[in-house]
DNA sequence: GTGAAAGCGCTAACAA
DNA sequence: TTGTTAGCGCTTTCAC
């Protein structure tokens, strides 16, 4: 019986048919899978845990795009792609505990997430899409130190020393506001730890006192978070010339902020991203392209390669910096006031 | 000791604790999930079935918003949510059956979908989202016939009589061409019978030949397909004056191919087309919105209602007519080639 | 508060 | 080729 289902070469074809047969009359709905998994010690699925609300993942473009490389890599694999609900919010990690996967995808995180010691505890494979970085353990991301020293050359290149950055949640606690030295070295994303580790460094290079650059974190990452952090940097100091952001979203949200008062990017103001996202390329703005597609297809062939050749596997992904239209030489300060 | 895990209040806390960590330093990963799935018949999951691959489901952005209202109900119940690898190439229905889940959604299938039909014969509730219409089963979607025909009457206001169609895939065999008035009334696709079905209609009762009308259909749902089938209705029939498409992305391909053409919109041609995304919305597409995200939710949460007040239910959802600025009246023949 | 035992539905191994 | 059986790890029940 069971193999008429499961084998069907193991059987002549008439009879299959008629176990078949048979077996639907009497009301049978076929095998079920949970008790078949239980069996096998395989579910046939993906977990994907992300540390923000399910409906956020398909609200940012750079998540969405994430998404979808995961999903071609489970469908090329025929597993399924299983999303876990676990809200920031929501201590409760039993949606973890509770989840039948073969394996856990683990999308930016922070390291003292609790989703993320739930799924530490479970004996099954992990792979770390971008953070936190964790011994012993598959890791997928790009060069996040480097690409963020390309760009900062490219800006110190272009002579910009007196910048402004603003950047994404640092920890679990809301901080809507001026991060401090402090803060910034003990941010509990590393992504946005590193980050800005390689902006200080390369500014400090530069002769800049890092210590003295505005650094404000947003919470939620939107554009109007983007906006409103570009707003408080030119009110801390208006006299920078460049606003740095760690992400395109924010950035797209410091243009908007710049448009609204006047201020003409980039002429009067120099705004970078990160990410490269579809609308930042859209609207020309200097950025750090990653590939985000890839990045959720290795994950997803990282933890569904069966041949193991080594474990842990890093997989380091190329960035690429897109010199838009919002980066230019700053101008002097008499040029701000009085005009070229 | 199964308890110590599921039931804190069952015993004191100090037996708790020593419970749980005797248990961890011997090892033991924790409850298994699935042996417990299957004692409790409970999966803490839901099923997402799609027609298309699921790579398809992230680059849609009606299909995004739907996903996220579908997710945001999911979470509420905390539920996760399986995504269902069934490419509509692979006729293999075994991720269905390995679906480790309580209950299906499925999004938008054709009538004769064989993972459709495997979903069915799983013993656990199904809601249908879109198409097809199966009785006794719980369905969400909205007036499609109603909304198409509010759109049409509009058209028709405007003195539109020589029009052409461009709609998605009506069959699950690719034909990318003019589509008969038979495949019209036999499309296994539900949604897109119902809105060619209240098309014919309308402009019946306003005087027109519906045979006469040329109706295009692509199998992709991209602007590419948009364009394509714009400029193939073109080439039918230089004289439309209005282009009615299914939905948004085949019109939004349909602005691009007129842009390319020099053809002026609406001045020389009007283009509609149906759901609502943002970037309709953005370029001022004359449309019919939908509410996407509700629709989600609506699904999840009908899935995921445990008072059953008497299935099967249904939920129409309501839809608005979005004059934007792709409509307007036809010009009359000697405009077009003299000029106003 | 604790321990023992049945059984969820399946698959794989083995025996006939 | 077919039938039988053990046991996957859990929860629930019931006896202690």
């Not at 994303?189 to 290079?205: G, K, N, Y």
């Amino acid at each position: 019986m069971s193999n008429a289902y499961n084998r069907p070469d193991q059987l002549s074809p008439e009879l299959r048919k008629r176990v078949l047969d048979t077996a639907r009359r009497l009301g049978y709905p076929g095998p079920d899978p949970v008790a078949r998994s239980l069996r096998t010690r395989k579910a046939g699925a993906v977990g994907l845990l992300l540390t923000e609300n399910l409906s956020y993942a398909f609200r940012d473009p750079a998540a969405i795009q994430f998404l979808e490389g995961l999903a071609l890599a489970c469908e090329d694999a025929g597993h399924g792609l299983l999303l876990i609900p676990a809200s920031p919010e929501r201590e409760d990690v039993a949606s973890v505990h509770r989840a039948g996967v073969d394996g856990f995808v683990v999308y930016s995180v922070p390291d003292d997430d609790p989703h993320l010691a739930a799924v530490l505890e479970r004996p099954v494979p992990v792979v770390i899409c971008d953070q936190p970085r964790i011994d012993q353990l598959d890791w997928v991301g790009p060069d996040d130190e480097g690409a963020v020293r390309v760009l900062a050359e490219h800006l110190i290149g272009l002579g910009h020393r007196r910048i402004g950055v603003s950047c994404m949640r640092l920890a679990r606690g809301r901080n809507d506001g001026v991060a401090s030295v402090h803060r910034q070295a003990n941010a509990s994303f590393h992504v946005q730890r590193s980050r800005l580790t390689a902006l200080a460094a390369a500014f400090s290079e530069a002769g800049v006192d890092w210590a003295q650059v505005p650094v404000v974190e947003r919470f939620d990452h939107s554009t109007e978070s983007g906006a409103s952090a570009a707003a408080q940097l030119l009110e801390i100091d208006p006299e920078i010339t460049a606003i740095i952001c760690t992400s395109d979203i924010l950035a797209l949200g410091a243009l908007e902020e710049a448009r609204r008062r006047g201020v003409r990017v980039p002429d009067d103001l120099t705004i970078t991203g990160f990410d490269g996202i579809d609308d930042a390329e859209r609207v020309g703005l200097t950025t750090v392209r990653q590939p985000v597609l890839e990045k959720g297809r290795a994950a997803g062939r990282l933890l569904l390669d069966t041949s193991e050749p080594g474990r842990p596997r890093d997989v380091l992904l190329e960035t690429q910096l897109m010199t838009g239209t919002t980066a230019a030489p700053p101008r002097s300060a008499e040029e701000r006031w009085f005009g070229p």
